[in-house]
């Protein structure tokens, strides 16, 4: 890991904009970052009417740094116009998610774009291309975040969206955001009515050194928290882990029976600096949630039950 620590979202909540009741009511519920989607979500003849929801919906953000806005793919006549609102837009969202990005140069050149206006969210980068994979290191270099596009990908690939089939991509992308850093995110689940499926996955790619996982349902919210935010039991030990290799002055030592040493005592201060950084930009007290926050009832989560693809 290189650089300062990011302050990385455990969650993204998908939502298109396709009503600006819709995308407001989607602050409620208890997701790191809201995403306000203009691209798959979004039949090409709505997209207009797209841009004007999400300038609404930024205005009336009440934490914009934390609201995330999904453009269309950059070498599009749709993302210029995409560029031209946020540009204009007098809220900005503190991040812009990038689609079909085959290299680094179109998140340097998107960049430049944004902050001609004065504008410097993060990019984060919808990995869905073979040329994505490809290039995986110099676009996790450039990006503040990669997030894992199964439905491109798969049907690039000629392939369903299945563990095996997505893991290539998951091990590319785990590997160089540690390289570099960045924020690693997985793919949305599209078995909703698997809610087992949600918890397996979530728990493997954890695993694999993931940080956060995309969803386009509220519901499925309470499991991708529980399971990705910060415990206070593991951030116990990381510094119990941390403190006796330091005791140890830097070399080995034994922690509840089991040895620990310099590899160790790294891995835990990154995870504390990982999870107070979290807890700096995204945590928060149960107040700031809705009383619908992740509840998953059928009135609430069935309206954003129909967010684009991820």
Avoid at 3 to 16: D, H, K
Avoid at 120 to 145: C, K, L, M, Q
Avoid at 152 to 165: F, K, P, Q
Wanted: with cysteine.
């Amino acid at each position: 890991m290189t650089g300062s620590v990011r302050a990385i979202p455990r969650s993204i909540l998908y939502t298109p904009a396709l009503s600006l009741e819709r995308v407001v009511k989607a602050w409620s519920y208890d997701a790191d970052v809201h995403l306000i989607d203009l691209e798959d979500s979004v039949p090409p003849a709505d997209k207009p009417a797209a841009r004007a929801v999400c300038r609404a919906a930024l205005e009336k953000s009440p934490r914009p740094a934390n609201v995330a806005v999904r453009m269309n793919e950059l070498g599009s006549l749709a993302a210029v116009h995409d560029v031209l609102m946020l540009a204009d837009a007098p809220v900005k969202p503190g991040i812009v998610m990038m689609t079909m990005v085959t290299s680094a140069d179109e998140i340097d050149l998107l960049r430049r774009m944004l902050a001609s206006a004065g504008a410097y969210p993060e990019i984060y980068v919808t990995v869905e291309t073979v040329e994505s994979i490809t290039h995986i290191d110099s676009i996790a270099r450039s990006a503040d975040g990669l997030v894992l596009g199964s439905a491109d990908l798969a049907a690039t690939l000629g392939v369903d969206i299945t563990w095996e089939a997505m893991q290539a991509a998951r091990q590319a992308m785990a590997m160089a955001c540690a390289r570099f850093g960045t924020a690693c995110i997985d793919t949305a689940n599209f078995r909703l009515a698997e809610p087992a499926v949600l918890a397996e996955e979530t728990t493997r790619v954890r695993a694999l050194g993931f940080h956060g996982k995309a969803t386009v349902h509220p519901g499925e919210l309470d499991v991708i928290n529980r399971i990705l935010r910060p415990r206070s039991d593991e951030l116990g030990l990381a510094r119990r882990v941390a403190a006796a290799v330091s005791s140890a002055n830097g070399g080995i030592a034994v922690l509840d029976g089991n040895m620990v040493g310099p590899p160790f005592a790294r891995l835990a201060r990154a995870t504390v600096a990982r999870e107070d950084a979290w807890t700096s930009r995204f945590g928060r007290d149960d107040s700031d949630a809705g009383d619908d926050s992740a509840s998953g009832d059928d009135s609430a989560s069935g309206e954003a039950a129909d967010g684009g693809t991820a």
